[in-house]
């Protein structure tokens, strides 16, 4: 049996039959109590009574009320043990509370079991396996449910049809969200505000706004009542777009309909305004929110911050994030790497190095976001020594450097021509298992043709070659430009030749 924590024995006297652990095991739900129910549990098959299905399926209901999919399966494997047979109910429960925690795999597996067992699924487990594919965001598993209800001849309902309208929400599936509404009409299932709100949340992450709007504006005449989930994600569909002024009209229109705002629909509105560079406006509303019920969170004050960043308004960045640090006694993450991206964009490196030193102490430890924009910052305002300095400190910091590390760090060699610092940071990149993109390649090659290094920039452009990175224009124009200048014209002319042609030259000898 599955471990528990708890073995002393809970009911020598009182629990005299397998009834009396059922009902003590039911009604450790209400409470919570898992780590009881499976000592119960344990306590039932160490004593002369004989657990029933009705005692494994109390026990897994607990786990699945407690979200905790694992060991819901484990009592469920235990029974084989016990020569019992696990009935409907045990693969509903279990299947729910893989659904609960995403684990669509360990439900379709689940699924999958049933033949062996000579159970049929029912409407419940269906729709129980296909909300476990729509947490994870799996359509197409959702989809192919849906349809294998039809052949077996189970009976969908519209909490069938919510739940794959959910998965296409998540993945902006909109033909499919399309066809399932028609599919709900030829069924003549009549489509919930939920329906619509995951048809709303569809249509926005396929850009389609103005769409969104005018399913929220139909609502009313298919007598289905808008909530704040409602507005929400058709808030959410015009900050995708960058549809801000849409976005504060419906905030607007909310207290008309008694409808409160709340802090995702703000937060959505927030960062409309900051798709569209609408700094102040981003402010004010942020403004608004400390003044009202609502309690900023970490998106909220994020996307505030990132507004005014993005507007390379450092200064005022900055004082947000000392006011958030004052309140919670302590920046998050996002709003102090809004800082530094606002240092960046302003070209202001020194604040840059400073507030990155101070985020210890003043909010949360810099992330490899953080160290991204403080090399960037520095390589753009041509501190080529601090950028590398920087790049150099994320492996003692114990943080994992990606591409864009790499790519803001070799930036800083391409103006002053650091072409040999440039190629040792591309070989350290392939030591730490780091793939180069084009952009690598592109900025390396710039590094050389600044000082004419025609060797190094042939050497490129045959491991471009031999990893399959096709030269962009910008890359194309750095090898001609180093051969150039180093008036290597027959290189230049068989470079040119192989650049127009199918790259056949640089995959041979280059010298």
């Not at 509370?97 to 067992?117: P, S, Y």
């Not at 048809?199 to 609502?219: C, D, N, P, T």
Request: aromatic content about 6%.
């Amino acid at each position: 049996m599955v471990a528990a924590p708890l073995h002393a024995s809970l009911s020598p006297a009182k629990l005299q039959t397998t009834i009396d652990y059922n009902k003590r095991i039911t009604a450790c739900k209400s409470g919570q109590k898992w780590q009881t129910a499976l000592a119960l549990l344990d306590e039932l098959l160490a004593c002369r009574h004989r657990p029933s299905v009705v005692s494994y399926n109390a026990t897994i209901s607990v786990c699945e009320g407690c979200s905790l999919w694992a060991l819901a399966v484990d009592v469920l494997k235990d029974m084989d043990g016990r020569r019992l047979s696990p009935n409907i109910i045990t693969y509903s429960t279990c299947i729910s509370a893989c659904g609960r925690a995403a684990q669509w795999q360990q439900a379709l597996w689940l699924m999958g079991c049933l033949g062996d067992r000579g159970l049929q699924a029912d409407l419940i487990l269906y729709n129980a396996s296909i909300t476990a594919c729509e947490k994870a965001g799996r359509w197409l598993e959702a989809r192919r449910l849906l349809l294998r209800m039809r052949d077996e001849r189970v009976q969908s309902d519209v909490i069938s049809y919510n739940a794959v309208m959910s998965a296409c929400d998540k993945t902006g599936e909109v033909d499919l969200a399309f066809g399932l509404l028609e599919e709900m009409d030829q069924e003549r299932l009549r489509p919930s505000v939920i329906t619509m709100n995951a048809w709303i949340g569809v249509l926005g992450s396929a850009f389609q706004w103005q769409k969104a709007l005018e399913v929220l504006r139909g609502l009313k005449p298919r007598h289905l009542q808008a909530s704040i989930v409602t507005f929400g994600a058709a808030v959410g569909a015009c900050m995708k777009s960058g549809r801000w002024q849409e976005a504060l009209s419906l905030l607007e229109f909310l207290p008309s309909t008694r409808i409160e705002a709340n802090i995702v629909t703000c937060s959505a509105a927030i960062t409309a305004c900051d798709k569209a560079a609408e700094w102040q406006r981003a402010l004010g509303l942020f403004g608004r929110l400390k003044t009202s019920s609502m309690q900023a969170n970490t998106v909220t004050t994020g996307a505030a911050a990132s507004a005014l960043g993005n507007a390379s308004n450092w200064v005022l960045a900055l004082r947000l994030l000392e006011e958030v640090a004052h309140a919670n006694g302590k920046a998050d993450a996002a709003t102090s790497n809004a800082v530094i991206y606002g240092c960046e964009k302003a070209a202001m490196w020194r604040p840059t190095l400073q507030f990155l030193g101070d985020m210890r102490h003043r909010a949360a430890p810099p992330s490899i976001i953080s160290y991204n924009a403080a090399i960037s910052a520095c390589a753009n305002c041509g501190e080529w020594e601090h950028a590398l300095a920087l790049f150099a400190q994320i492996a003692r910091q114990r943080l994992q450097a990606d591409v864009v590390s790499l790519n803001s760090a070799l930036s800083a060699c391409v103006d002053p021509g650091l072409w040999s610092l440039a190629v040792d940071l591309l070989r350290q990149a392939s030591s730490s298992r780091l793939t180069p993109d084009i952009l690598t390649y592109s900025l390396a090659l710039g590094a050389c043709s600044a000082t004419a290094q025609w060797r190094p920039t042939l050497a490129l452009l045959k491991e471009m070659a031999a990893v399959q990175v096709q030269p962009d224009p910008a890359s194309q124009e750095a090898a001609l430009r180093s051969t150039e200048r180093a008036q290597r014209w027959f290189e230049s002319a068989q470079l040119l030749q192989s650049l127009t042609g199918s790259l056949r030259y640089l995959r041979g000898d280059l010298s």
